[in-house]
């Protein structure tokens, strides 16, 4: 399709619980990028995939986040055990060329940790 | 750590009136863009400005870029209501990392 779909838009989860965010990038783009918006300001990067590799994973927090973009199937983010500070929008992004071109972003899941 | 940083973080401005909104940075990059985010929305690519380009433009909407001073304006003119949102700026850096953003500039319009 042409836009960028994020499942759920909306998810609550109690501290400590899984939570998991999917996207769907546009077809044909083969960069899928993740990013944290706290506080409808600051955007922290995440994670991106060329494909179904990982391009750049500098943003990650090792220990509780993980994230694939596997063949066939929506890219997802999971976050392990989440804590209150995990509450945020979650924005994907896909891209045709990387970071040489502009982001098509989609809608966001809003994570709230109770 | 944010790359880019918006000047002002908010502007009130009457309709029909321009809006100027800059973004200074910090590493030399290979092209900064800008982007609009409506309220409780994705966010939305405006223009993309490469590091050899000083001034693009897009209807209603001005860029320029000074790599010397490592800035750069976004000018909205004749503006509207319907241009009521946040605005970011962001960066890719010479190595082609990714996109780093500022913390944007709160525009609201009135009509």
């Known amino acids: 399709g042409e836009e960028v779909a994020q499942t759920p838009k909306h998810l609550v989860r109690g501290e400590g619980q899984k939570a998991k965010l999917y996207c769907a990038p546009i077809?044909?783009?083969?960069?899928v990028f993740w990013y944290q918006q706290v506080l409808k300001n600051e955007f922290k990067f995440l994670i991106s995939?060329?494909?179904?590799?990982?391009?750049?994973e500098t943003g990650m927090p090792k220990e509780r986040f993980s994230a694939k973009c596997l063949p066939n199937s929506p890219c997802s983010l999971e976050i392990q055990a989440t804590k209150l500070e995990d509450s945020a929008v979650y924005f994907c992004a896909s891209s045709q060329s990387g970071n040489l071109w502009g982001y098509t972003f989609g809608s966001g899941t809003r994570l709230t940790v109770v | 750590s944010q790359q880019g940083e918006e000047d002002p973080q908010a502007l009130s401005i009457q309709e029909g009136e321009n809006a100027t909104m800059n973004c200074s940075y910090k590493?030399?990059?290979?092209?900064l863009q800008w982007y609009r985010q409506n309220s409780g929305r994705g966010l939305v690519h405006l223009i993309l400005i490469r590091s050899n380009e000083r001034e693009k433009h897009s209807g209603r909407l001005r860029v320029t870029l000074d790599t010397s001073k490592k800035s750069s304006s976004l000018l909205i003119t004749a503006s509207r209501a319907a241009d009521t949102a946040s605005y970011f700026c962001a960066t890719v850096d010479n190595a082609g990392n990714m996109l780093t953003f500022g913390g944007g500039t709160r525009l609201m319009v009135k009509p």
């Open positions: 995939f060329q494909n179904e590799n990982v391009f750049d």
């Open positions: 077809k044909g783009h083969s960069y």
């Open positions: 590493t030399s990059i290979n092209n």
